[in-house]
């Protein structure tokens, strides 16, 4: 969808039933969505989400400004991951402070919490991926999962 129509009616006029618990996954979105925009999503979950909904939330810390600036400046190498390019997809990030999504949730009737992506694959005997460093390159400690039921 795009979050920037009604979504919402949208649903509603294709047969969603606001009334009915429903499972929500946001995964790999938050990141690309500024703080007002994340509120206004989770706003509008909550308002479609009947009693013993659940919903899953991808989300990511704030990047250190320092590897931030460095992931979306082009390399001088051309063997480089960006082959000089830019981290292009690390440019669409909103890279600002956001309210996590449990933090946020809580208050509005919701119960759960987060993990940490690192503890969650620890937790299942999981290796964690390993990049040449934080530049340009997954840096799975910064990841988290959310799980709230309502």
């Not at 809580?106 to 530049?135: E, F, I, M, N, Q």
């Amino acid at each position: 969808v795009d979050l920037r129509d009604d979504w919402a009616s949208a649903l509603r006029e294709n047969g969603f039933d606001p009334s009915v618990p429903t499972a929500w996954l946001v995964e790999g979105l938050v990141i690309y969505l500024t703080p007002d925009a994340q509120n206004q999503l989770f706003e509008t979950l909550n308002a479609l989400s009947a009693p013993g909904s659940w919903l899953g939330v991808e989300e990511m810390a704030t990047i250190d400004s320092g590897v931030y600036a460095a992931m979306t400046t082009p390399s001088t190498d051309p063997d480089s991951y960006d082959q000089g390019r830019g981290a292009q997809w690390a440019g669409l990030i909103y890279n600002e402070g956001k309210t996590q999504a449990v933090q946020w949730f809580l208050p509005h009737g919701w119960s759960g919490a987060a993990t940490g992506l690192v503890d969650y694959l620890t937790s299942l005997g999981r290796a964690v991926p390993a990049g040449k460093g934080p530049v340009g390159h997954f840096d799975p400690s910064l990841m988290s999962l959310a799980t709230v039921r309502k």
